[in-house]
C-alpha cells in the first residue's frame, strides 16, 4: 500500500515544485532585474562619490551606514509607490515623466563622462548621514525621475528587487569607502565613472525610445 501511494505522493511534489519555479520565473526576470540594478547603480554612482563620502567622514567624523541606507530604502520605495499620484495631482502623465527623466539620465551621464557639472549642489550645506548622504547625494532628482521611468518599463517585482540590491551595494561602499578608495585609487574612480556614464547614455535612449 505504502509502495503504491509513494510514486502518487512523488508526483504530486514535482507537480507543485514546478508550478512555483514557473510561477517565480513569471513573476521575476532575472534580465530586467540586471537592467534595473544596473540603471539604478549607474545613477546613484556611489562609486564615483566615494570622494564625497570620504569627506564627509573626515567631517563629521563618522557616518552612520545603517542609518543612511534605511532612509534611502524607504525614499525610493516611497516615490517609488506615491509618485504616479503626486503626478496625477499636476496632471503630469506618466510617459511625459519617464521622458523627462530619460533626459535627465541622459544628462547625469554626460556629467560622468565630461567631468561637467550640470546640476549643482550647495557645497556649505551641514554634512550628515540622512542630509545631504540619503537626500539627495544617494536618492537625488535622478534618482527619483529615475525609478518613475524603470517602473513604467519593467514589472514592480523586478524593480524593488533592483532596489534591494543597490542598497546593499551603497550599505558595503559606505561601510569599507576607505579601504575601497585606497584600493582604487582617484583613477579609478574615475575610470569605473566614465564607463558607467557611456552605459548610462545608452540607457536613457532606450528609456527613451520606449516612452515615445
Given amino acids: 500500500m505504502l509502495s503504491a501511494y509513494y510514486p502518487c505522493f512523488l508526483r504530486h511534489t514535482q507537480i507543485r515544485i514546478y508550478q512555483k519555479v514557473n510561477y517565480l520565473n513569471t513573476l521575476f526576470s532575472f534580465k530586467e532585474i540586471a537592467s534595473v540594478t544596473l540603471t539604478l547603480f549607474a545613477v546613484i554612482d556611489i562609486i564615483g562619490s566615494i570622494p564625497i563620502i570620504i569627506d564627509l ?3 563629521e567624523g563618522k557616518i552612520e551606514s545603517g542609518k543612511a541606507t534605511i532612509v534611502s530604502g524607504i525614499l525610493m520605495i516611497a516615490f517609488l509607490f506615491l509618485g504616479q499620484s503626486i503626478l496625477s495631482l499636476f496632471g503630469i502623465d506618466f510617459q511625459s515623466f519617464a521622458m523627462a527623466g530619460a533626459i535627465i539620465i541622459f544628462l547625469i551621464g554626460l556629467e560622468m563622462i565630461l567631468g561637467k ?8 550645506v551641514r554634512t550628515g548621514s540622512i542630509v545631504p548622504l540619503a537626500f539627495p547625494l544617494i536618492v537625488g532628482a535622478g534618482t527619483m525621475t529615475t525609478l518613475l521611468s524603470l517602473r513604467a518599463a519593467y514589472s514592480l517585482p523586478n524593480v524593488l528587487v533592483g532596489i534591494v540590491l543597490n542598497l546593499s551595494f551603497v550599505f558595503i561602499v559606505l561601510k569599507s569607502s576607505a579601504w575601497i578608495e585606497q584600493k582604487l585609487g582617484k583613477d579609478g574612480a574615475n575610470v569605473l ?3 558607467f556614464g557611456v ?9 527613451f525610445k520606449t516612452n515615445l
Fill in 117 to 124: 557639472d550640470f546640476f549643482h549642489t550647495d557645497p556649505e
Fill in 199 to 207: 552605459i548610462l547614455l545608452a540607457i536613457a535612449i532606450k528609456l
Fill in 57 to 59: 567622514r573626515k567631517r
Fill in 193 to 195: 565613472r566614465k564607463i
